[in-house]
């Protein structure tokens, strides 16, 4: 059994809290009210991988789908209840998810708010962000990881463009040995965004020139798009991005299309589980109208939120998720 800590204003918002985080199944070891009249309950559910919740909860196919209990029997109370039901359905949003979040607003959390604005305010809190990657004495390393066609190349670009704009010194690198004109992409990204750029996929030998390129606050690196079937690609990603030194200074994120199926969001998150990524990016938002599912995917994987991406434009369409964002996604089907 694994022990989780779930805070409240009260303790009728603490047990929705822990009803929607853990399930029905959890149970209340112990309470703990603070001075400022908060609860925090420790509150003891069995252990489950992410990856198993993530089948169980509908992310692998018509089999794991066949288990997910019926939005048919969620509490509704009124009539802007059954539509906070009737958004989250329409963007994507599961239906476990949609249970949990209007049973808690049905039992009184967030009494005196429309249930609208009440579900926007809880919304946010079932999602990590990932932390900013800390530089060191050789400056930071972020590596974008993730199926073929999710976008890896054009995110990095856009958060080469924003982190340069910032006045922090870039370099571009790639990795990719295989797909068509994977370096001249970056490097014209490079050139339009007048940033050193290396081609590490061509020899492993390169790595040491990074140190002529002089001193860098951040090192961005594009890597090959792998399918997840592809075990031994997989592998040999693994080595070339252990060749970087893996450390408290790179971070790899994993990225997903927000126009992926369940099945296929679940099949990614297995296959890149052994490259121990530490964030998510989210793309192709302006391109599904059923957003919910990838975020649905985020909450269960527990894997911390690092961008959003909206389009092509490298100023415009790259965003740290924030709380209105992630919330007008699920009720909105678009971030605002």
């Known amino acids: 059994m694994k022990i989780h800590r779930v805070r409240g204003r009260d303790l009728r918002e603490a047990l929705g809290r822990a009803q929607q985080m853990l399930g029905s199944g959890a149970l209340v070891l112990s309470s703990e009210r603070a001075e400022d009249g908060g609860v925090t309950l420790s509150v003891g559910a069995p252990a489950e991988k992410p990856v198993e919740r993530l089948r169980r909860l509908g992310f692998g196919g018509e089999e794991a789908a066949a288990g997910r209990p019926s939005p048919e029997g969620l509490p509704v109370h ?87 704009r910032s006045g922090r010194r870039v370099v571009l690198a790639s990795l990719d040995r295989f797909r068509a004109g994977a370096f001249d992409q970056l490097r014209a990204f490079a050139e339009r965004l007048e940033l050193p750029f290396i081609e590490l996929g061509l020899d492993p030998q390169r790595l040491g020139e990074l140190a002529q390129l002089g001193p860098r606050d951040v090192l961005l690196v594009d890597t090959t798009g792998r399918s997840p079937r592809d075990s031994a690609a997989l592998a040999e990603l693994a080595d070339e991005l252990a060749r970087l030194g893996r450390g408290p200074n790179l971070a790899v994120y994993l990225v997903q299309s927000a126009a992926a199926s369940r099945a296929a969001l679940l099949e990614a998150h297995r296959a890149f589980a052994s490259l121990e990524p530490s964030g998510l990016v989210v793309t192709k938002l302006d391109e599904s109208e059923e957003p919910g599912a990838v975020l649905d995917y985020a909450r269960l994987a527990r894997l911390p939120l690092a961008f959003l991406c909206d389009g092509q434009e490298l100023g415009r369409h790259l965003h740290r998720p924030r709380a209105e964002q992630l919330a007008d996604l699920v009720l909105r089907g678009r971030l605002s």
């Not at 009494?111 to 800390?134: C, K, N, T």
Request: aromatic share 2%.
């Open 78 to 164: 009124a009539p802007a209840l059954r539509e906070v039901r009737r958004r989250m359905k329409q963007h994507g949003c599961s239906s476990e998810w949609i249970e949990a979040l209007c049973g808690t607003l049905a039992s009184g959390n967030g009494e005196g708010q429309h249930p609208i604005d009440a579900a926007a305010r809880l919304i946010p809190g079932e999602f990590r962000l990932a932390p900013a990657p800390r530089p060191g004495s050789e400056g930071a390393a972020i590596a974008l990881v993730g199926p073929t066609g999710v976008g890896k190349t054009t995110t990095l670009a856009k958060l080469a463009e924003r982190l340069a």
